[in-house]
């Protein structure tokens, strides 16, 4: 990675988002209002390939879901988007020779569609757990980011594997809706609400499937195209450290060391790394620490005690007194201020 990169905004591609109109319309809300509110032009939102501000799309999603006093309008969102809404990565995945080979490729390229989160695949024996969380920090809408990626991996999957596909559990980091239903009818299995993650777990048995469309020829030629934009790609430490930090964070597995070998990285590189870019690891894990907690504490209703054991406090009183010193306030107040709610 290159340390002179200078910081620009984070984006994504509008991909999974261009059906926003049509449905606004379906709920009997005025696009133009809704679009003009967030500041964007309905024009934005046709072609599947345009980028815009992460923050500024997550802002979107929060003024529909409030305009049509919906609070699982992104649910519905991410049911009319497939695999092919993620662009390159999405293609990827539909002619993978297996589902393990489609979901560890989707995971690799991921960040060609979107830069202001994370997509993870952890793998054990007997289950998989295909995830996704958001890394940028202080954007609005999180549950309904949260719900249209959920629905967007569960069709995959079902796209992947087969129609009548249904995962073990699906994890939902949102706290339970007034109005589950929706949220039964899409999933039909177990749902865990205020999950610290946003992901579905299935049978690792499953990774050996191949998918319907694979397409070995057109796999190489997409990947090679994938790389080629990832090489064109340049980034700063600072920007890569903090997803990889949040993902080591609630995998238990955040030491220095933890994080050099997922960089490739010995533990002297990455301190020199990060002493050129002007920073440090305490400071950056930190900093990791900070947004984590303000998600979980907006997202969700989960306990602090579970909260500070998420980020890395072996007890609540450690976690509340750094809370304090990041917000001024204790978590418990910060909560009531910026609490969950789908329109935040």
């Not at 589902?99 to 289950?127: I, M, N, Q, R």
């Not at 177990?190 to 999950?195: A, E, G, I, K, V």
């Not at 499953?206 to 694979?214: C, K, V």
């Amino acid at each position: 990675m290159d340390n002179n990169f200078s910081l620009r905004q984070t984006t994504v591609r509008v991909g999974p988002m261009v059906n926003i109109f049509s449905l606004l319309q379906t709920l009997d809300v005025d696009p133009y209002a809704v679009f003009n509110s967030a500041g964007f032009e309905p024009d934005e939102f046709t072609d599947t390939e345009h980028r815009v501000p992460y923050a500024n799309c997550c802002r979107l999603l929060a003024e529909c879901a409030a305009s049509a006093g919906c609070e699982h309008f992104g649910l519905l969102l991410g049911q009319m988007a497939g695999p092919s809404h993620l662009g390159i990565p999405g293609y990827l995945a539909t002619t993978a020779s297996t589902v393990g080979e489609a979901l560890e490729t989707l995971v690799e390229y991921f960040d060609l569609h979107d830069e202001g989160g994370d997509c993870s695949l952890l793998k054990e024996d007997d289950y998989c757990r295909l995830s996704y969380s958001i890394h940028e920090a202080d954007v609005a809408g999180l549950n309904q980011v949260y719900d249209l990626t959920a629905a967007l991996m569960y069709r995959t999957m079902q796209l992947l594997c087969s129609h009548d596909w249904i995962a073990t559990q699906v994890l939902l980091v949102r706290s339970r809706p007034s109005e589950a239903k929706p949220y039964s009818r899409l999933f039909r299995t177990n749902m865990l609400f205020d999950s610290e993650v946003c992901g579905v777990v299935f049978p690792s048995r499953d990774l050996g499937l191949a998918p319907p469309s694979a397409d070995r020829l057109l796999f190489n030629h997409l990947e090679l195209e994938a790389s080629m934009l990832h090489q064109l790609q340049t980034g700063d430490i600072r920007q890569v450290l903090p997803p990889i930090l949040k993902r080591g964070l609630l995998l238990s597995r955040y030491s220095v060391g933890d994080i050099a070998d997922t960089l490739q990285l010995r533990e002297r590189t990455l301190h020199r790394r990060l002493k050129s870019a002007g920073t440090s690891f305490r400071v950056e894990l930190d900093a990791a620490r900070e947004q984590l907690s303000k998600q979980l504490l907006k997202s969700s209703n989960r306990p602090i005690n579970e909260i500070a054991a998420s980020v890395g406090y072996s007890g609540s009183s450690s976690f509340v007194r750094a809370f304090h010193r990041w917000a001024g306030v204790s978590p418990a107040a910060w909560r009531s201020k910026n609490g969950s709610a789908y329109i935040r």
